[in-house]
């Protein structure tokens, strides 16, 4: 079917520790997959992108991780800091759209 | 600041009314996407334009149409509309028409059908 979804709706995470969010997808013709950052009140924010001919890709303190056989997908963000504090989707492009998760709240613990 | 603006920021408006949004993309994007985004349904695709023409289309109702005009901004009609059409509705742009390409969201307008 047509869905994305996390395995987890809130995550508490310490300042300074490593965040790590969760996404399952379903679609086995999607080959491209994307992390978005939503802070209140604003539109969403890309992050980091992964195509389905790789298992890791790395940027600025944040890690995609992709396991096809599993169809599971995670982003790993180093270090958390307060500004991380949002909602964050992954999506998936099976085709010629893009489809969104439900989105996991991050939420900094001081 | 990503470079799209949409207008308004908010809408407040009754049932079976007619609204537009507005949006222009960054400068030099070619792509236009809008999104609605509802608590219950998350972010939702609903359709795309590339340079004037309609690209891809997603869970976009009979009741709302899109255009993008030549100086590349775009305007999302919603009609009819019914107490379950208030979301954010975002618009996004890219530079392409591929959707493998990093889309820049505006910050959104926030619509109330009462």
């Known amino acids: 079917g047509e869905s994305v979804g996390l395995h987890l709706p809130t995550l508490s995470v310490q300042e300074g520790d490593n965040s790590i969010i969760n996404c399952a997808y379903s679609?086995?013709?999607?080959?491209?997959f994307i992390w978005y950052k939503q802070e209140s009140g604003k539109g969403p924010q890309f992050i980091i992108d992964i195509r389905s001919n790789m298992d890791k890709r790395q940027g600025q303190r944040v890690t995609v991780l992709l396991n096809k056989t599993v169809k599971h997908l995670s982003l790993q963000i180093a270090a958390t800091q307060p500004g991380d504090s949002a909602v964050y989707f992954c999506a998936e492009n099976p085709g010629d759209k893009i489809i969104f998760g439900k989105g996991t709240r991050l939420h900094i613990l001081p | 600041d990503s470079g799209v603006t949409q207008t308004p920021k908010h809408l407040i408006t009754a049932t079976g009314q007619r609204v537009t949004l507005r949006c222009s993309p960054r400068?030099?994007?070619?792509?236009v996407y809008w999104y609605q985004q509802s608590l219950d349904q998350g972010l939702q695709f609903l359709i795309q334009?590339?340079?004037?023409?309609?690209?891809a289309k997603g869970n976009i109702l009979e009741r709302f149409s899109a255009q993008q005009f030549p100086d590349l901004h775009s305007e999302l009609n919603l009609s009819s509309l019914e107490l379950g059409d208030s979301a954010l509705y975002f618009c996004?742009?890219?530079?392409?028409?591929?959707?493998?390409?990093?889309?820049?969201f505006g910050p959104g307008t926030r619509l109330l059908v009462l």
């Open positions: 334009y590339y340079n004037g023409e309609e690209r």
């Open positions: 996004a742009s890219s530079v392409g028409w591929t959707v493998r390409e990093t889309q820049y």
């Open positions: 679609n086995s013709a999607s080959d491209y």
């Open positions: 400068s030099g994007d070619l792509s």
